[in-house]
């Protein structure tokens, strides 16, 4: 029983060390592409980039069937705020979160200040809502 353990956690352990290997095969083969086209410094936020846009795909990916839509239903009968909305479309169609999501840093990249547009109206939607006399 215990052979069949450490067996088994071997064979997890190469695996995850053969993922390893490959990560770090792909990102120095973008790098190396990208290197072609820009600065150094560039080609390396490419390959950031990359690999956070992955990480994120892979985050949604994962917990989007966290809460089954029956939960959801039952959780409240109001209308859904946007954010719980966006939620929900993230987590049934990642892709589509996924490019909408890289839409958006690229927009904000060439833009700043719709950046401080937004953390306004949001400071001050806040700020306009009613104090919840539960909260006190």
Same mark, same amino acid.
């Given at each position: 029983m215990i052979k069949r353990i450490l067996t088994l956690a071997a064979a997890f352990a190469a695996m995850a +060390?053969? /993922?390893?290997?490959c990560v770090? +095969?792909?990102?120095y083969a973008l790098y190396a592409v990208a290197r072609e086209y820009m600065t150094p410094a560039g080609a @390396? +936020?490419? &390959? /950031?980039? &990359? /690999? +956070?846009?992955? *990480?994120?795909l892979l985050a949604v990916f994962v917990?989007?069937?966290?809460?089954?839509?029956?939960m959801r239903k039952a959780a409240? @009968?109001?209308?859904?705020?946007?954010?719980?909305?966006?939620?929900e479309?993230?987590?049934?169609?990642? &892709? &589509? /979160?996924g490019i909408g999501a890289v839409a958006a840093a690229l927009v904000i990249a060439r833009n700043?200040? *719709?950046v401080t547009t937004i953390i306004s109206a949001a400071v001050a939607g806040r700020a306009a809502r009613a104090p919840d006399p539960r909260k006190r």
């Amino acid at each position: 029983m215990i052979k069949r353990i450490l067996t088994l956690a071997a064979a997890f352990a190469a695996m995850a +060390a053969a /993922a390893g290997v490959c990560v770090v +095969a792909l990102a120095y083969a973008l790098y190396a592409v990208a290197r072609e086209y820009m600065t150094p410094a560039g080609a @390396s +936020a490419v &390959v /950031a980039g &990359v /690999a +956070a846009l992955l *990480i994120v795909l892979l985050a949604v990916f994962v917990l989007r069937k966290s809460a089954p839509k029956e939960m959801r239903k039952a959780a409240g @009968s109001e209308e859904p705020t946007l954010t719980t909305r966006l939620v929900e479309l993230a987590r049934e169609r990642p &892709v &589509v /979160a996924g490019i909408g999501a890289v839409a958006a840093a690229l927009v904000i990249a060439r833009n700043p200040r *719709i950046v401080t547009t937004i953390i306004s109206a949001a400071v001050a939607g806040r700020a306009a809502r009613a104090p919840d006399p539960r909260k006190r």
